[in-house]
């Protein structure tokens, strides 16, 4: 289980990452109510809601190091 | 200069409108449409009967008409290509080869990813999704951080990208990406071409403002959906990289600015004048004839003018890439003035009709299927996507106008 580097939640990377369905071009697609992530500098993060990782996006330094 | 059509052309513009009156119905509008607007409760893919209607349009020759027969295409000129394509955007039908790939291909392919992918982009058994944004890279497109990292005959991809709009339904992926983390940041990127079911990539659902209800054929930015897409470790061969390794910044460039010219792109906004036109010249409320309104008259007028300026810079566009000359900044140029005008008419429309241009189609008082409502949730998108209108100023006063970059140097110097 992860930590939401913003909102401290839990977010299941596995569940995030599971496949619900395939696109028509075979590629996997999950389901967008389990979560997202980002990378970032060479490594993963993950958040609840796009919300989250919008605030993520616009200051991460701040959010990895606990300021923002 | 005279813009007017030749009797040949026009011959050719009504060949196309019957085409379309005798086989294109509501319901197949619909099912063409479903291909972009996929939602929960709507099929993936072309339909059989949007996919035989393509096929029809194909045998027609009207499918990659600028293109050279020896891909596929029917090596004519870019003004039959505009007088066909803006015909069947009027009525709802995509016929584009899909964004900026296949010029990129056309500019800086191989011979052997020219043999495969533009036939394949014509007959549209190949599209694509764009890879290009990402969540802190869209207008500052050089930030992106999406790498491709070499490993023997192969590249190892990582990263993510936003808004890849097609990537739901697209076979293969147009992916920029970053070769060379050391170099500046415009420079040290590479694109690549590869198919959707490479192992290693996920795409992720974003519903769109025009989820719910979902918008009508012909709304400017009326799809209900685009993506995000993951790439973890996704290993291509050396072969789906696009040009030279490192230069992909200005193939990527100069396919977004081809891609700007056209009549996909023009009708984008000058639509929505056609839409009020058509409205106020056949309907009137309890007597009242909107045509009649002095002030409405005025308004619509003003609109008009404007869009005949989208037209002209279009047809510009088209003559000095038809010509092979150099084409720089008039893209930007157009890319700036279309989709400001198209919400300056937008925003006329809700004030001719009041609050009813403001409905949804689900509302039983929404006029045109609600098209003015949807329109007004779309339209602002237009002066964002493929380039906002900020970044598009920029490189006219660089480009046309030879000021000084607005970019910083790292010692803080104008480059």
């Known amino acids: ?68 | 200069m005279d813009f007017a059509y030749t009797a040949e052309q026009e011959k050719l513009r009504e060949e196309v409108r019957g085409f379309i009156k005798a086989n294109v119905t509501p319901e197949l509008l619909h099912e063409a449409d479903a291909e972009a607007s996929t939602t929960p409760d709507r099929p993936r893919g072309m339909s059989p009967k949007a996919a035989a209607l393509y096929k029809k349009i194909y045998d027609r020759g009207w499918l990659g008409i600028t293109y050279p027969k020896e891909y596929g295409g029917q090596g004519g000129d870019r003004l039959t290509q505009y007088i066909v394509e803006e015909e069947f955007t009027r009525a709802g039908i995509n016929i584009s080869l899909g964004g900026s790939g296949a010029p990129a291909i056309m500019a800086a392919g191989t011979e052997e990813q020219k043999k495969y992918y533009i036939p394949g982009l014509i007959k549209r058994e190949i599209t694509f999704a764009l890879g290009f944004t990402e969540p802190h890279a869209g207008a500052d497109l050089a930030n992106l951080r999406c790498s491709a990292v070499e490993d023997g005959d192969y590249y190892v991809i990582n990263g993510q990208k936003m808004y890849t709009s097609a990537a739901h339904f697209a076979t293969h992926i147009y992916l920029m990406a970053r070769t060379d983390r050391n170099a500046p940041k415009h420079e040290g990127i590479s694109i690549f071409l590869f198919p959707m079911d490479t192992p290693g990539i996920t795409v992720r659902p974003l519903w769109t403002i025009q989820n719910n209800p979902t918008a009508p054929v012909g709304t400017t930015y009326g799809n209900s959906r685009t993506n995000e897409t993951f790439f973890d470790n996704v290993r291509i061969h050396k072969s789906c990289l696009l040009g030279e390794k490192n230069k992909g910044w200005r193939v990527g460039s100069m396919g977004l600015n081809l891609d700007r010219v056209g009549a996909s792109r023009y009708l984008i906004s000058v639509r929505r004048d056609e839409d009020i036109v058509n409205f106020v010249k056949s309907n009137n409320f309890d007597g009242f004839e909107p045509g009649k309104s002095p002030a409405i008259r005025d308004k619509i007028a003003e609109m008009w003018i404007e869009a005949q300026v989208c037209r002209l810079m279009t047809m510009r566009s088209m003559s000095i890439v038809e010509r092979g000359g150099k084409f720089t900044y008039e893209g930007s140029a157009e890319k700036v003035w279309a989709p400001e005008h198209g919400v300056r008419v937008t925003e006329a429309i809700t004030q001719m009709l009041g609050p009813y241009a403001t409905l949804l189609r689900t509302s039983k008082h929404a006029l045109m299927d609600g098209v003015f409502g949807h329109n007004v949730m779309g339209s602002f998108q237009s002066g964002i996507n493929h380039g906002s209108v900020q970044v598009m100023r920029d490189q006219v006063a660089r480009r046309g106008l030879e000021l000084p970059s607005s970019r910083r140097s790292k010692t803080g110097e104008a480059k």
Do not use: I
Not at chain 1, 12 to 17: H, L, S, T
Not at chain 1, 22 to 49: I, L
Not at chain 1, 53 to 59: E, I, S, V
């Open chain 1, 1 to 68: 289980m992860a930590k939401c580097p913003v909102c401290k939640g839990d977010v299941n990377e596995d569940a995030a990452k599971a496949q619900t369905g395939m696109t028509s071009g075979g590629a996997k697609e999950v389901d967008p109510t389990m979560g997202t992530r980002q990378f970032h500098d060479g490594t993963w993060y993950y958040f609840d809601t796009l919300e989250c990782r919008n605030k993520f996006t616009r200051n991460p330094d701040g959010y990895l190091q606990g300021s923002a």
